[in-house]
């Protein structure tokens, strides 16, 4: 069969299983463009920006467990994709993006749209290729959608120039073993490795699971449940670990880290085992490594060897897939009783409720609209089933404390880069990819604007999502480290917003405002109820805080806290005291 | 203190770059690099010289393990290895009297006159990087117009080699501190 590049690209693509790609047309991707008019079966989703367009694409890939695929062209296409790949390379999302690059002869001279675009993504990509034979084309997809989508995922950028779209050539789809002799994918612990971590788990008195984004990954939401129901081990969750792991189970104890619960900090640092599963210990959840932990052994589980004592030095190192290591691990558990420890957790829980925004707003109602209660609204309201998809900020941070999640997947976020603009775009690939799920992007006013133009994306594809708007018309996450750490000097963050309801208007998307709690349930069930993007801003305090709050780099167990009561000196003049 | 790794990487395009990128952006110091072909034509090896705190030459071992094109990855810091370094200079060499000194000098310290010109000479001399010191330091009652050292190579003594290390079996073994032996990658058996 005699195909050009262009139209050997969407061979692989189908080859691949995709039948969804998000892309951004000009001049040096054109054949690929022109080709696609011959693939009817792929559908093309059009961003209004390519940043916009990577993180529908990891949303598509996250909600899906498929490879996200994004198209650009050379130059500003290309460069404009760096943010959404850095985004995928930190949360290890698989994606491969390719981009049309300025003919081979051209290369170098600095072409009109010529960027290295393999220089620039070198860094924020788990892999790139610039493609210089059209023979090449196809291995290298196949290549590509293979280490996107295996061991620790991430992205891949694949640069094909225009010239090399252009040549046909007798097309074979090259079958058989890929060559890769430097890339091995992890898969089972050695027994030795099994045994060392069985000692330390049957001798513990208080131990801990640390949650990760890799339960997600491997699919071992099963395995974790049924380790920690064996050995009565509580599980604490960090931000991707969300939905790895029933947040309504009793063993949970929710998220851990800079806002997690203060239950969870504390049980992390009075551990004496801790059994990290797919997670890295990244400086938000770790807080000071001199102190973390301080009296815990350690056994780490984790597909990417590098990360395997990079921050926190463990005991027993284990490299390989969660879901395989757990299933050696399973049948060799005691079952295990840890009741005093548990306990002690719950003393620690009892003593968070007592400083829970709600509940004070709840025995003292002063009238106005909390973003908390916005989130919480929005769990009752959708019975907590939603796929949500936050941005970043104090809005990210709430709805991890007041949405809690039961499923895999049903939380998508900007986690390791905390990419202020991911997650309206991102709750766009998600809907695509999983069109019966009910999905909210939850983001705040500052975070919204910077990708905003997606607006006209759901609307051109009729893209069923909701979204949130928790408007503080600040910065509110920055401007609460103004005033915790740079006495109160707002500096370059309050925001003059636009009208969203009129804006989402111009784009034709049904949109309301609502400012007081009591509207909230009527504007989230009509926003249900309606076919296609609708709006709904949230008018919230301006000046409020996110609780509890360990100050970066200090001990975890140093956090900031809510009063109670008790401690608030002005307690009956202002119950909400921040 | 200083780290000497050795890798095996694919003979590609844009391999150096991915290697020497890592350690710019782990802000790595690069003592010296050194990069050439090996007997198998799809395999080219590098040889890295770096200061870093002990504990960093296993992450850095690591995180190069994580470029799809690196192959192989050994820190022979603490294994014994054969080590050479390849010097040129250039001294001045106006007349017979210098000249002479020169060649006693190389002839005392087996170094070689490889080019003899009206007023300068270039010396070579390979060695363990002791040597190539000490010669270089004797150099300097000349005037020493140009060099170039090349870096450090390695090769770790003893039949093993670097192409026959089962990566498989070895690349992650030093990752569990407590379990002596065995690696984790891929065990087929139970
Ligand atoms: C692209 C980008 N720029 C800057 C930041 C720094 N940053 C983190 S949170 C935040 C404020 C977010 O404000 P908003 O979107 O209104 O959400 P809120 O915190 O008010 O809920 C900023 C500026 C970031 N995370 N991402």
Redesign the interface.
Known sequence: MKLTGAEIVWECLLREGVDLVFGYPGGAILPIYDALTKYPQIRHVLPRHEQGGTHMAEGYARATGKVGVMLATSGPGATNLVTGLANAMMDSSPLVAITGQVPLGAIGSDAFQETDV??CT??VT??NY?VTRTEDIAYTIREAFH?ARTGRPGPVLVDIPKDVQNKVIEFHYPEGELR??????????????I??ALDLIHSAKRPLILAGHGVLMSGAMDEIRSFAEITQTPVALTLLGKGGFPENHPLCVGMMGMHGTAAANQAIQQADLLLAFGMRFDDRVTGNLKTYSPDSKKIHVEI???E???NV????????DLKMVLR?LLPKLQTGQHQEWIGQIRDWEEDTSERDILLRLAAHPDGKLWAAQVIAELFRCTEGKALTVSDVGQHQMLEAQYYPHTRPHSLLTSGGLGTMGFGMPAAIGAKLGRPDEEVWAIVGDGGFQMTLTELGTAMQEHVNINIAIINNSFLGMVRQWQEFFYEERYQSTPLKNPDFVKLAAAYDIPARRVSTKEEIEEAVQWARSIDGPTLIEFVVVQNDIVYPMVPAGADLHAMIRRPKPSESPDFENNPTAI | MKHTLICL??NK??VL??VV?LFR?RNFNMDSLTVGRTHNPDISRITVVMEAEP?DG??VV??L????????VQDVTNIPTINRDLALVKVRTPDAYARNAVTDLCYERGARLVDIGPEVTIVELAGAEESVESFVEALHQFEIVEMVRTGRVSMGRGIRTMEQRD??ST??AA????????????????
Not at chain 1, 180 to 193: F, S, T
Not at chain 2, 65 to 72: A, R, S
């Open positions: 393999t220089g070198l860094p788990k892999h610039l280490i890769l002799p430097g890339y091995n994918v992890p898969g089972k612990a050695h027994p030795k490795e045994e060392a990417d060897p590098s395997i004592n990079k030095k463990v005991d027993v190192g284990i490299v390989g050696q | 990487v694919e395009p844009g770059n991915r990128s952006r504990g296993k992450k690591m995180m393990y994580k470029l799809i094109d690196v192959i192989e990566y498989k690349r992650f990752y569990a501190p407590s379990v002596n032996g065995g690696g984790s990658a891929g065990h087929d058996d139970e």
